[in-house]
């Protein structure tokens, strides 16, 4: 213990070193004019250059190929269609080559409201799709790829990049959407919101950490917010089903686990619905499905079993026992709509892309480093050496934030196989514990004027899985900020082929869902929030 408390401080003086200052906004030329869209290319703003300011009319945007094949959902989805209103485009540059856009919706459409995105995965793309559900709902938005492309691997080893990815991106494109924002419609965004899920739910506690006055509120979502010891958890769960023969595990393989689960584990929150409530509650031994002598179908070798049991353990210190990052959870091990399962992060012969790009790419700096050589002694001290202070977002002290009126919604997919869920309670909980030492106050109750955590059982990685994975966290949000309307129970909503399927209540947490004994399951009004048994 006494050894983390020193890292954590280490890493906030670090933090505290490198926090770019924030940047006053600058005076608007005479050549722009308000409410004329392609005028925004003449704004003059610190160490930027706006590349492109033009009107959009309403019907479908079709984002252009910026790549993505680097981070989770890259790919053909990136570019998909989607519908905006009639509004202003603006692109720009940042020193050295942060990408933004800023998204304005025309006239009456705007809410007055600023709601900036996040990006998922090792960034690298501008989150196109966000922004345009963002402007539909009547706020500007931005969005920006953090200083380098997709299909670009040379960044991992560039320092300042590393920061412009870190931290420093999120800042500059808050700070220059708000003067691009200033100068379109004559006045600055009456609240400002940032909404991110993944590494955009670790941005927005970097900001809250770092730049506390650039947001009223923020939704973060699965935050990678220990970003180097996840993707260490990453790399265990490659040495748990590949170094060993026989131990990888397959789709197959998976879904027998699932299976088994929840025969076992289902029905204990009083409704067997194929959904844990807490996956904490299953106390699941893999061994239960180890083959006997001669047995070859429905069980596991014992190499297998052995490499489950490493996977819910989660990585391990060989020499001092410590804890170096959660383990995943009972389950969700089995691929479900819209959520890949396990397979996400354990599918083929080499781990998970992103995990070998971080610990090989930014802390090894080697294109050939082999990712079977990582120590989970030394090498996890080598890496928190280089980024730590870069790339996590742990500080648990918001106070400033707090002081300013900020409010925090974070959320986390019980069944989430790509960020462990216990690391987003591990969070919440140190903000709880600080805020009792540095303040002599209840740390609950006081962290509880600004900040609410809400476990999705079974949802995925920000989305999909058998559960509900559908809430509306800003709307809770803004009424938060804006009305003093603390969210209490919130619902989620389940979408198949467009219909709801089933509603259920999302709860703060440590409270959670309780069936009534009575009504349909899938309807959200026959549950209650209460305290864990």
């Not at 790549?67 to 692109?91: K, Q, S, T, Y």
Request: proline share 7%.
């Amino acid at each position: 213990m006494t050894e983390d408390r020193n890292r954590l401080a280490f890493a906030i003086r670090i933090a505290l070193a490198l926090t770019v200052p924030a940047v006053a906004a600058p005076a608007i030329a005479e050549s722009v004019v308000v409410g004329e869209c392609e005028s925004l290319v003449n704004l003059d703003l610190p160490g930027t250059e706006i590349t492109l300011a033009e009107r959009l009319s309403a019907g479908t945007f079709t984002p252009p190929d910026t790549g993505g094949g680097n981070r989770p959902g890259g790919g053909p989805d990136l570019r998909r269609p989607f519908e905006i209103p009639a509004m202003c485009r603006v692109a720009g540059v940042v020193e050295p080559a942060i990408r933004f856009e800023v998204w304005l919706p025309e006239g009456d459409a705007w809410n007055g409201r600023f709601q900036a995105v996040g990006g998922g995965g090792l960034a690298g793309v501008i989150s196109y799709a966000a922004m345009g559900e963002a402007v539909r709902d009547g706020y500007a938005s931005a969005s920006t790829d953090t200083g380098h492309e997709a299909s670009d691997d040379t960044w991992l080893g560039d320092r300042q990049r590393l920061i412009d990815y870190g931290y420093r991106a999120i800042h500059e494109m808050t700070v220059k959407a708000k003067a691009v924002i200033d100068a379109y419609y004559g006045r600055g965004p009456e609240y400002s919101y940032f909404n991110g899920c993944s590494t955009g739910g670790r941005q927005g506690l970097m900001e809250a950490q770092r730049f506390p006055d650039d947001y009223d509120g923020i939704v973060s979502g699965a935050p990678v917010n220990r970003f180097t010891h996840l993707h260490i958890g990453q790399l265990w769960a490659a040495h748990a089903t590949l170094k060993k023969p026989g131990a990888a595990l397959t789709s197959a393989d998976f879904e027998l686990v699932t299976a088994k689960v929840l025969e076992m584990c289902d029905a204990t929150d009083g409704v067997e619905d194929g959904i844990l409530t807490d996956p904490r509650t299953c106390d699941f031994d893999p061994a239960l499905l180890q083959c006997s002598a001669g047995q070859t179908e429905g069980c596991l070798p014992e190499p297998k079993v052995e490499a489950l049991r490493m996977i819910y353990q989660g990585p391990v210190n060989p020499r001092t026992g410590e804890q170096i990052y959660p383990g995943l959870e009972p389950g969700g091990e089995a691929a479900q709509p819209g959520n890949r399962g396990w397979a996400m992060i354990m599918d083929g012969e080499k781990p998970f892309t992103i995990s070998e790009a971080v610990i090989g790419g930014m802390a090894f700096e080697r294109e050939d480093w082999d990712w079977r050589t990582f120590d989970f002694d030394r090498d996890v001290e080598i890496v928190d050496a280089k980024l730590f202070g870069v790339l996590n977002a742990i500080d648990p002290d918001l106070r400033d934030f707090k002081a300013r009126g900020g409010k925090l919604i974070m959320y986390h997919g019980w069944s989430d196989p790509g960020v462990m869920p216990r690391q987003t309670i591990a969070y919440y909980e140190s903000l709880i514990d600080f805020a009792e030492k540095a303040t002599g106050q209840d740390g609950r109750a006081f962290t509880d004027e600004y900040v609410r955590l809400y476990m999705m059982p079974g949802m995925g990685h920000c989305r999909g899985g058998p559960g509900p994975d559908r809430a509306d966290f800003m709307k809770a949000l803004v009424a938060w900020v804006e009305e003093g309307k603390a969210p209490e129970e919130i619902v989620a909503r389940k979408v198949e082929d467009d219909e709801v399927t089933m509603t259920r209540l999302l709860c703060p947490h440590p409270q959670v869902a309780r069936y009534s004994g009575r009504g349909d399951p899938n309807d959200a009004r026959n549950f209650h929030c209460a305290l864990p048994e």
